[in-house]
Nanobody
Framework: QVQLVESGGGLVQAGGSLRLSCAAS????????MCWYRQAPGKQRDLVAT???????NYADSIKGRFTISRDGAKNTVYLQMDSLKPEDTAVYYC?????????????????WGQGTQVTVSS
């Protein structure tokens, strides 16, 4: 069974740092774009950062210069290094990935989501 498992969330003071990890496991044929989203209480889920299979990255304006997305292909893992954290970064962070799996002898690409990890930044 294919799944994404996040880790690394927690409570940190403003100005501090956290590193989130998201590992993909299961019968994966290919890993394409990987992303991090976040959802604060009462708000919609927003895209935070994206990294393609070629390593190209894109960031939301609100976190540019503070967060860094990276990936380790050998470990099927994507990371989100979060520095200079602010109280407004408090949210549940979700990993998202476009994964290719073999179904009936053909590769099928679909989006998978992790279960989410809580990040709380105190002022």
């Amino acid at each position: 069974q294919v799944q994404l498992v996040e880790s690394g969330g927690g409570l940190v003071q403003a100005g501090g740092s956290l590193r989130l990890s998201c590992a993909a496991s299961g019968s994966i044929k290919s890993i394409n774009t990987m992303c991090w989203y976040r959802q604060a209480p009462g708000k919609q889920r927003d895209l935070v950062a994206t990294i393609t299979s070629g390593g190209n990255t894109n960031y939301a304006d609100s976190i540019k210069g503070r967060f860094t997305i990276s990936r380790d292909g050998a470990k099927n893992t994507v990371y989100l290094q979060m520095d200079s954290l602010k109280p407004e970064d408090t949210a549940v962070y979700y990993c998202n990935a476009l994964l290719g799996t073999v179904v009936g002898g053909i590769v099928v690409n679909r989006v998978y989501w992790g279960q989410g990890t809580q990040v709380t930044v105190s002022s």
